[in-house]
């Protein structure tokens, strides 16, 4: 279920290396390479930065999970979040595989 970005169903699960070889040959554009840092913003959020390097070598955001739409609305970012992409497209890790970092 989504609302422009907001709400998502996420299913994560460890898979074997050759289910991981497996599914490489299926892609569709380039593999995204970043390194996640968890960074706890003293009110119980899971922050998660991700900082883009290679073919998105530059791009770096920032994902915040809540445990209601109420509390994600409410949320204030901090000072330093240059723009909010929940509900831009073009930020969703299939376009930027396909498209690169988008130009505004």
Excluded at 64 to 75: L, P, Q, R
């Amino acid at each position: 279920m989504s609302i422009d970005g907001l709400i998502r169903d996420e299913v994560e699960y460890y898979i074997t290396k050759e289910e991981y070889e497996h599914l490489l040959t299926k892609k569709e554009g380039t593999t995204i390479h970043k390194i996640r840092y968890s960074i706890p913003d003293g009110k119980g959020n899971k922050l998660q930065l991700d900082v883009f390097f290679d073919d998105l070598d530059g791009l770096v955001y920032l994902e915040i999970e809540f445990d209601s739409e109420k509390e994600a609305k409410d949320y204030i970012q901090p000072s330093w979040v240059k723009k909010d992409v929940t509900s831009d497209k073009r930020y969703k890790n299939q376009s930027l595989s396909q498209f690169g970092i988008p130009k505004e």
